[in-house]
T-cell receptor
Framework: KAGVTQTPRYLIKTRGQQVTLSCSPI?????VSWYQQTPGQGLQFLFEYFSETQRNKGNFPGRFSGRQFSNSRSEMNVSTLELGDSALYLC??????????????FGPGTRLLVL | QKEVEQDPGPLSVPEGAIVSLNCTYSNSAFQYFMWYRQYSRKGPELLMYTYSSGNKEDGRFTAQVDKSSKYISLFIRDSQPSDSATYLCAAGWGNKLVFGAGTILRVKS
């Protein structure tokens, strides 16, 4: 069974631009969560989607948004990029929603660099 | 204060050593605890998952939780160069899961 895939793997943008990242979960998984990983803050939860509905949201500004499609694929968008948005963005899928109570499988991440 | 604190390391040990990785947490509501391993250029993968205080063993890995002191540990016996990775602890309750910043481990052959 194929794992979680994320595209693109690497991205360079400039301040003020917007970016869209894509995540395809493991086949049959309907829950997708997004995380931001930085050396100083570690892994921070952005949001979780299940059946095209946002179930949970972390403490990030409104510039960070996401959506999920009927095939469970998910996208996240960051508008008006700031230097501090440079990070590894990880997507994780699970069969059911429920945060850490459900085993999550992570993708390799998209490394975003904002110049 | 972060809810889950973890020393970032790096921690460098010789092959065969016993490794001890530790985290502390501040929220007494946390009910379940996890350890993830993350290799370079990969996403984290779940190593250990426990609900209760005490020890849980899986091969060379032992997870220990002490709820009274809010302390989480991961022990690796007979460490191998292939164990070189970043280890992330996590604690959660309900739908909330909080990760530590991760400890970089280097096992030298």
């Amino acid at each position: 069974k194929a794992g979680v895939t994320q595209t693109p793997r690497y991205l360079i943008k400039t301040r003020g631009q917007q970016v869209t990242l894509s995540c395809s979960p493991i086949s049959g998984h309907r829950s997708v969560s997004w995380y931001q990983q930085t050396p100083g803050q570690g892994l921070q939860f952005l949001f979780e989607y299940f059946s095209e509905t946002q179930r949970n949201k972390g403490n990030f500004p409104g510039r960070f948004s996401g959506r999920q499609f009927s095939n469970s694929r998910s996208e996240m968008n960051v508008s008006t990029l700031e230097l501090g948005d440079s990070a590894l963005y990880l997507c994780a899928s699970s069969l059911q929603p429920g945060g850490g109570q459900e085993t999550q499988y992570f993708g390799p991440g998209t490394r975003l660099l904002v110049l | 204060q972060k809810e889950v604190e973890q020393d970032p390391g790096p921690l460098s040990v010789p092959e065969g050593a016993i490794v001890s990785l530790n985290c502390t947490y501040s929220n007494s509501a946390f009910q379940y605890f996890m350890w993830y391993r993350q290799y370079s250029r990969k996403g984290p993968e779940l190593l250990m998952y426990t609900y209760s205080s005490g020890n849980k063993e899986d091969g060379r890995f032992t997870a220990q939780v002490d709820k009274s002191s809010k302390y989480i540990s991961l022990f690796i016996r007979d460490s191998q160069p292939s164990d070189s990775a970043t280890y992330l602890c996590a604690a959660g309750w309900g739908n909330k899961l909080v990760f530590g910043a991760g400890t970089i481990l280097r096992v030298k052959s």
